[in-house]
């Protein structure tokens, strides 16, 4: 039963989108009708400008933090990356925006920051190095995945290496466009780096 509770809980955390929230309140943009149209931190970026990327990548952070901090919180013992994982699928199909969202990367990598803040600093350090070489978000965030993967390894911590696993073929999954788009050269590349 505190499964459930708390699987849905983060999947309805997780659903909170942070780019639509931030796009309507602060500029009266709808996201999903501009850019790419993807309620993540990119597109908030690429539409919203610095400050409101800032605070979208933030907050989609949050999202997957708080959502493994809250079983600790209640001191209930379940295993806190299955309910990650919830807010993960929340940010990607949210309840609260007709199950169009994001593609999971800033809220996997809030479940990493909540269980292991090392291996967080490491993905964040592996996705700028290779966003200022490659200038391809996208890119990237796969890189980090299979990189941040690796590198839990050497942790020695089955389950993380399982989530990551998990994680990083999903956001493969959830960027097969962009790799079409990739091979083709048409991807776009970052401006604001």
């Known amino acids: ?23 309507k309140i602060g500029f009266n943009i709808d996201v999903r009708e501009h850019g790419s149209g993807n309620l ?22 949050l999202k997957g933090t708080i959502a493994v901090f809250l079983p600790l919180l209640f001191n209930v013992e379940v295993n806190q990356l299955i309910i990650g994982i919830f807010a993960v699928l929340g ?6 925006a007709k199950f169009k969202g994001g593609k999971a990367v800033a809220t996997s990598g809030g479940i990493i920051l909540g269980i292991n803040p090392l291996l967080f600093v490491i993905m964040v350090l592996t ?17 980090t995945g299979v990189i941040s993967t ?7 911590d089955f389950g993380m290496v399982t ?31």
């Open 91 to 96: 940010h990607t199909y949210p309840l609260f």
């Open 163 to 193: 989530l990551l696993t998990l994680l990083t073929i999903f956001v493969f999954y959830r960027h097969r466009e962009n790799i079409k788009r990739i091979k083709k050269g048409t991807e776009p590349k970052i401006k604001w780096m």
């Open 1 to 23: 039963m505190d499964y459930i509770i708390f699987c849905i809980i983060a999947y309805l955390l997780g659903s909170i989108p942070s780019a639509l929230v931030v796009g």
């Open 40 to 61: 993540g931190a990119t597109n908030a970026f690429r539409i919203l400008g610095k400050k409101a990327g800032i605070i979208v990548t933030l907050s989609d952070i």
């Open 150 to 156: 690796i590198v839990a390894i050497f942790f020695n």
């Open 127 to 143: 996705f700028l190095l290779t966003l200022y070489i490659s200038k391809y978000v996208s890119l990237s965030s796969m890189v």
